[in-house]
T-cell receptor
């Protein structure tokens, strides 16, 4: 069985603060894939990143960075210098090697105030 | 480029009425297709997925059904809607074809369904 836990239900920050969204996963697969999606108020789920289990290299994309640690089964997402437009619900998701579908966490709502 | 469209964007239907949500994908062939529902509380629930024409897997027994009449078309239906069917419905597809289990799943714009 697969499971994704996003313990933070809601986070509120002031613009320009850094914020980290936590994601912990469980899987018995040795090969698996981790994803982050952003859901703005409009509702559409926007793909942000995919990480393979055999690639633990952290990634940075502009103000976004991802820290993947297999030892702690975590795939955390950090936004540096947050902006109001970052306000959204963020989902972490897991797909095992034999699965065609995603297992989602319950999401973290990020509110960035000016 | 690959795109996904679903419609209608918003729907208000009375209890007991039928439902049809449509989704089409362009720019790719043989995609895996998915229907998800997001009810209040934000959780995403997989309803159906399809790996080919006429091949539908149901994840949750319910009042809904899905069909895939063409390679890039996925339809979500109901003969008689219930109040509990209200929610946000998202269609999704794999971007690179279904050969790799690591393929990214991309989502459509979503359809808001309110059953009254």
């Amino acid at each position: 069985a697969q499971k994704v836990t996003q313990a933070q239900t809601e986070i509120s920050v002031v613009e320009k603060e850094d914020v980290t969204l936590d994601c912990v996963y469980e899987t018995r697969d040795t090969t698996y894939y981790l994803f982050w999606y952003k859901q703005p108020p409009s509702g559409e789920l926007v793909f942000l990143i995919r990480r393979n289990s055999f690639d633990e290299q952290n990634e940075i994309s502009g103000r976004y960075s991802w820290n993947f640690q297999k030892s702690t089964s975590s795939f955390n997402f950090t936004i540096t210098a947050s902006q109001v437009v970052d306000s959204a619900v963020y989902f972490c998701a897991l797909k095992g090697s034999g699965y065609s579908t995603l297992t989602f966490g319950k999401g973290t709502m990020l509110l960035v105030s000016p | 480029s690959q795109t996904i469209h679903q419609w209608p964007a918003t729907l208000v239907q009375p209890v007991g009425s039928p439902l049809s949500l449509e989704c089409t994908v362009e720019g790719t062939s043989n995609p895996n297709l998915y229907w998800y529902r997001q009810a209040a509380g934000r959780g995403l629930q997989l309803l159906f997925y399809s790996v080919g024409i006429g091949q539908i897997s149901s994840e949750v027994p319910q009042n809904l059904s899905a069909s895939r009449p063409q390679d890039r078309q996925f339809i979500l239906s109901s003969k008689k809607l219930l109040l509990s069917d209200s929610g946000f419905y998202l269609c999704a597809y794999t971007g690179e074809g279904r050969r790799s289990s690591g393929n990214t799943i991309y989502f459509g714009e979503g359809s808001w369904l309110t059953v009254v």
